[in-house]
């Protein structure tokens, strides 16, 4: 009896072969890709951990009480009399703290 091919036990056995490899590659992958969801869930709530232990960004300092910016303009002023301060220094100066 000549035979062309592996016969049917061959060929069950090769198909056996083929579902086993692809079964144990597929695994592999979802084991990979468990990993990689995990890791990156895991990296999530660590930045999330991060960001609830961060204190908020703190606001912007209180304006001046009006006593300390009418104390800063005065000795402006008295600066500009003793002649240390010129014109454009004491209106510069004086926009400054005005400003602030």
């Given at each position: 009896m000549n035979r062309r091919g592996p016969g049917l036990l061959g060929t069950v056995?090769?198909?056996a072969v083929v579902a086993g490899t692809a079964s144990a590659v597929s695994g592999r992958v979802q084991q990979r890709q468990q990993q990689r969801w995990g890791a990156q869930e895991e990296a999530a709530a660590q930045?999330?951990?991060v960001q609830q232990?961060?204190?908020p960004a703190q606001a912007a300092p209180p304006a001046p009480?009006?006593?300390d910016i009418i104390d800063r303009l005065e000795r402006l002023a008295e600066l500009?009399?003793?002649g240390i301060l010129t014109d454009a220094e004491f209106e510069a100066q004086k926009a400054k703290v005005l400003a602030d």
């Open positions: 056995a090769r198909t930045q999330q951990a232990q961060t204190p009480p009006a006593d500009k009399k003793q």
